[in-house]
């Protein structure tokens, strides 16, 4: 199946500094990339919808000056959090659409998620 | 918005089955997915269920699908310890976002 990696895995950064947190789709061309934030214990909340060559869409509630979204290629969309804050510290996992193809259910694949610690 | 609720916690005995349930909100939701995610890890797909059929089965794991009710079940046959994860249900928007919405998560332990 298709592969989608994250880079770094883990992450611990000091307040008040940016994260750069990257998503990959190793074998298939993604023009769509979705990025979610997992709470310890919770379930997966999508952030925002990221095309490539356009600006991201945001979710209700989401700060898009604080977790800035760039696809710049059809192969990686990056995450940046902007200033840090402990209360950032979390689970943040891509998926990347395959494009949609006749008879396809257009599954999304999910990279393996970076941990972000904020001290 | 919609939401997807599951029961939090599941616990069964080495080779006895498992069920886990989801209810859903969006009647118009086109494919339902079930996704494993084992601690620190991503997730995995399991299976998926279109939204016109009833049931299916993937060698140990059979999903149905109650579109009136809006109830989507897992059963795994056989649960083994290597079981053990997160198991989310998910259903994929029918607005042709593509956006998926996740369950809140079944934590499944499984007793040797």
């Known amino acids: 199946g298709a592969v989608v990696s994250q880079h770094p895995s883990r992450v611990i950064c000091k307040s008040g500094t940016s994260v750069k947190i990257e998503c990959r789709s190793l074998d298939f061309q993604a023009t769509t990339m979705f990025w979610y934030r997992q709470f310890p214990k919770q379930s997966l909340m999508l952030m925002a919808t990221?095309?490539?060559?356009?600006?991201?869409?945001?979710e209700q509630g989401v700060e898009k000056d604080k977790f800035l979204i760039n696809h710049a290629s059809l192969t990686l969309s990056t995450l940046t959090v902007t200033s840090a804050h402990p209360e950032d510290s979390s689970f943040y996992i891509c998926?990347?659409?395959?494009?949609?193809?006749?008879?396809?259910?257009?599954?999304?694949?999910f990279g393996p998620g970076t941990r972000l610690t904020v001290l | 918005g919609e939401d997807v609720e599951q029961s939090l916690f599941l616990s069964v005995r080495e080779g006895d089955s498992s069920v886990i349930n989801c209810t859903y909100t969006d009647s118009s939701s086109t494919y339902l997915y079930w996704y494993k995610q084992e601690p620190g890890a991503g997730l995995q797909l399991l299976t998926y269920i279109f939204s016109n059929m009833d049931m299916k089965q993937d060698q140990r794991l059979t999903v149905l699908l109650n579109k009136k009710d809006k109830h989507l079940s897992l059963r795994i046959a056989d649960t083994q310890t290597g079981d053990s994860a997160i198991y989310f249900c998910a259903e994929r928007e029918a607005s042709g976002t593509y956006k998926y919405i996740f369950g809140t998560g079944t934590r499944l332990k499984v007793l040797a």
């Open positions: 990221s095309n490539e060559g356009s600006k991201a869409t945001y």
């Open positions: 998926s990347a659409r395959i494009p949609p193809t006749s008879g396809e259910y257009n599954e999304q694949f």
